[in-house]
């Protein structure tokens, strides 16, 4: 079936409004990487795709690139063709952490990958299965404490922000928790449900539908502010455990040597996207915060965030292994 004219004028405006090639982008469409599927960052990145395809002139496909906890996601953008078609939408860890903990990175975060805007910051919970006789922070120190065998916590893989949040966890509370990690997070939440393993760190977007459900108990959030999606469960902060407030949050990046000007379109169509009323609907019902920013904004919140976990990871010894 061909365009209406009318339809084709509209595509068009749409892509040269942003600055983008329009035969480009409907030959070719946008590829969005993630390094799991099945995860939060898969179910932020399938909501933007939807919004981002008609800004873009084209389809806007997300990929799943598992290895090595984003690794392999990472680098295949910083090898990719400069065009903004092949772009990440990466976590923080992945930004902040790996950089710091991991030996000969196959590529330089800040050289070979541009920040586009930040996307989200999610709220994460500390989630136990349902049957822990716990339902605040408080009352699983107590239930935890005697027990001699080591409290078994899962993680998405090593070098991320889950890390950050056991290790935390367990400088605050004094547990013995030996953390193992998963290749992404549904593994994780498939061991807990199955009570193979005690508990983790997890956005809300992986753990919310299951704790109204009753299968996981949330016991704390991490920071020091509640989210609206589940006002009930408490920080872990103002249950007298501080230290677990480092924020999680997605961004898109593109390799480095994009236009400049292109990159600014990427994240002006991005902003647009997530100013959407049922996008930010969708992602505060799941726990999410849609947040969008400058390329420059993203790149300082990245620098300032490193920092910040740098001091962390070598105060609590906390490496890749």
Known sequence: MRLSSAVTSAVLAVTMGLGINASHAQQKPTRLLIFAAGGPVDFVARHLA??????????????????????VAAQAVANAAPDGTT??????????????????????????????????????????????????????????KPLKEPLIFGSP???NIVQIWIETFKTATKLNITNVPYKG???VMIDILGGRIVGTFGDMPAVLAHVKAGKLKALGLVGTKRNSAAPDIPTIDEQGFPG?????????????????????????????????PELKAKLAESGVEASSSTPEEFRQLIRTDRTRLAKIIAELNITAQ
């Open 50 to 71: 939807v919004k981002l395809s008609p800004l873009l002139g084209g389809p806007v496909v997300v990929e799943a690139r598992p290895g090595a906890s984003g690794v």
């Open 87 to 144: 772009l990440i939408l990466s976590s923080s860890g992945l930004l902040t952490i790996t950089p710091t903990i991991t030996k000969d990175l196959p590529y330089d975060t800040d050289r070979d990958l541009a920040p586009v805007s930040r996307v989200v910051v999610n709220a994460t919970a500390f989630v136990v299965g349902a049957s822990t006789p716990a339902n605040n922070v408080r009352e699983f120190v107590a239930f935890a």
């Open 157 to 159: 893989g090593v070098g």
């Open 185 to 187: 997070i549904a593994p």
């Open 244 to 276: 677990v407030d480092a924020l999680s949050w997605y961004g898109v990046l593109a390799p480095a040597k994009t236009p400049p000007a292109l990159v600014a379109k990427l994240a002006e169509a991005i902003a647009r996207a997530l100013a959407d």
